[in-house]
């Protein structure tokens, strides 16, 4: 069974950046598309990121376009989101899910993923 683990959020002033790391144990992650998701307060949880089996292809939600970069290193069994220029409303509790596939290159932010890690939480404020 996958099970993922969240690490990397913190509190961060506003344009500042985190790096946040999803770690897989129980199953290699290359057979796996990777989506990071976010939660806030009140709110209902978001897609922001979505990393295929291979890596080749990522697609964004619109409000992290050009500030996010979502990654991965299948032989660590890890990926990875990279967050920059942060904002406040950026504060979330983050979180990563797995999908099994048999595509390399496909990733949608509104598949049903799988596994989920507990979450780690991102906070931006001065």
């Known amino acids: 069974q996958l099970q993922l683990v969240e690490s990397g959020g913190d509190l961060v002033q506003p344009g500042g950046s985190l790096r946040l790391s999803c770690l897989a144990s129980g199953l290699s992650l290359d057979i796996y598309a990777i989506g990071w998701f976010r939660q806030a307060p009140g709110k209902e949880r978001e897609g922001v990121a979505c990393?295929?089996?291979?890596?080749?292809?990522?697609n964004y939600a619109d409000s992290v376009k050009g500030r996010f970069t979502a990654s991965r290193e299948n032989t660590k069994n890890t990926a990875y989101l990279q967050m920059n220029d942060l904002k406040p409303e950026d504060t979330a509790v983050y979180y990563c899910?797995?999908?099994?596939?048999?595509?390399?290159?496909?990733?949608?932010?509104?598949?049903?993923?799988?596994?989920w890690g507990q979450g780690t939480q991102v906070t931006i404020s001065s």
């Open positions: 990393i295929s089996r291979s890596g080749r292809s990522i």
């Open positions: 899910a797995a999908e099994w596939t048999t595509v390399q290159s496909v990733c949608r932010l509104d598949w049903t993923f799988a596994a």
